[in-house]
């Protein structure tokens, strides 16, 4: 039986844009956005059948239920950015908020205080003395903003879901979603979101989540509106939406302002096993560097098992990672392990051996129950 939903849900996702060349005067930040619906279930209904109508118009086949905008234009080049603007316009009829939020660091005007209606409150110039990890006395230092937005880069999604049930989702009563938490650093943000009942963890959420996915989709529309020069990183970014979308939208600067919440306290990582989503799909690893020349994670990005395993952590509410060492805490009894060479079946045995006794299937049956269910409907 598939699990029930709480019916106010967000989704979150996140970018780092740069503009400009790294050898000359350049402008970073972080870009987030959060999606909000009131009935998860009907928002879903609307995404497929927009997504099927999409796929056969351009005569594509559909393999995934669920899609991230690099995939889409990686399908769609060289329609992508007017497909990507079509799904935004469609997606935003059954969205209840847009929540827009961005993060750079610049240093203060000292004039602003003697003259704030002519001079502007911030330089163009980014800030060289933030002090991170105060509550380590052996690492305490101060980092510039770029080096802040290094270390916040791939916690950017979770911050902006702080920041959202901060202000908004405590009232309303709002379950989050958000991609895997990257990076080795805790701020009092994160911390609070340790402790959040109303947070989860979708490990490759653009891909199974249709609200991270959809927040993914709009992150990356604004960013191409942003390298168009449509408009620039500020409060005025719903601009680039149309009138009528403009009243469920909001922009949230996370600057200076929310250093104190934002910057790294300690080092480490908070504890997602009460924040992981369950079932996990999780593919025990190969030594496939080879193949493709590139990394495992890459290779196994468009296989068949990869497409299958999004495809059921989509329709059961679960994710799909790569099973690392690190992730023994995390496994539950509901979770699968898919191995597809000798390595990751001899993984396989030792974690059966050691008292894991999970549905554990090769490529080729894991596979082979996708076509049993093709050939039940």
């Known amino acids: 039986m598939r699990k029930k939903h709480i019916m106010r849900c967000s989704g979150f996702d996140s970018i780092r844009i740069t503009r400009g060349q790294t050898n000359s005067p350049y402008f970073q930040a972080l870009l987030g956005v959060g999606i909000t619906v009131n009935d998860v279930d009907s928002f879903k209904r609307h995404y497929d059948l927009l997504f099927d109508d999409l796929f056969s118009r351009f005569k594509t086949p559909r393999k995934k239920p669920i899609y991230k905008s690099y995939d889409l234009k990686r399908l769609f080049y060289p329609s992508s950015s007017e497909l990507i603007t079509e799904i935004v316009t469609e997606l935003s009829k059954e969205i209840d908020m847009i929540d827009i939020y961005y993060s750079y660091f610049l240093k203060k005007n000292p004039k602003y205080r003697l003259d704030p209606e002519n001079e502007p409150e911030f330089t163009g110039e980014t800030m060289d003395n933030i002090k991170v990890f105060g509550d380590d006395p052996n690492k305490s230092k101060t980092i510039t ?121 300690i080092s480490g990582s908070i504890d997602k096993s009460r924040h992981l989503v369950h079932p996990i799909y999780f593919i025990l690893r190969e030594d496939v560097a080879s193949i ?41 009894s509901k979770d699968t392990f898919i191995y597809y060479g000798i390595a990751g079946e001899a993984k396989a045995k030792v974690l059966e051996a050691v008292g894991y006794h999970n549905i554990c299937l090769s490529a080729m049956e894991f596979l082979e129950k996708e076509k049993t269910e093709t050939n039940c409907i």
């Open 292 to 332: 493709k020349g590139t990394d495992e994670k890459q290779f196994l990005e468009d296989t068949p098992v990869m497409d299958y395993a999004l495809k059921l952590a989509a329709e059961n509410n679960g994710c799909v990672k790569i099973f690392e060492s690190l992730d023994q805490p995390f496994i539950q």
């Open 145 to 265: 903003g770029l080096e802040l937005l290094d270390l916040l880069e791939h916690q950017y999604s979770a911050l902006c879901a702080w920041n959202y049930h901060t202000f908004v989702g405590q009232r309303l009563k709002t379950h989050m979603w958000v991609d895997d938490i990257g990076g080795s650093t805790i701020s009092r943000a994160l911390k609070s979101l340790e402790g959040n009942q109303d947070f989860s963890i979708v490990v490759n959420g653009d891909k199974c989540n249709h609200l991270i996915s959809t927040a993914d989709i709009f992150v990356n529309f604004i960013n191409l509106k942003l390298v168009s020069g449509a408009a620039k990183v500020n409060q005025n970014l719903v601009n680039l939406f149309e009138t009528q979308l403009q009243s469920k939208m909001k922009t949230v600067c996370m600057g200076n302002n929310f250093l104190s919440w934002i910057t790294p306290r």
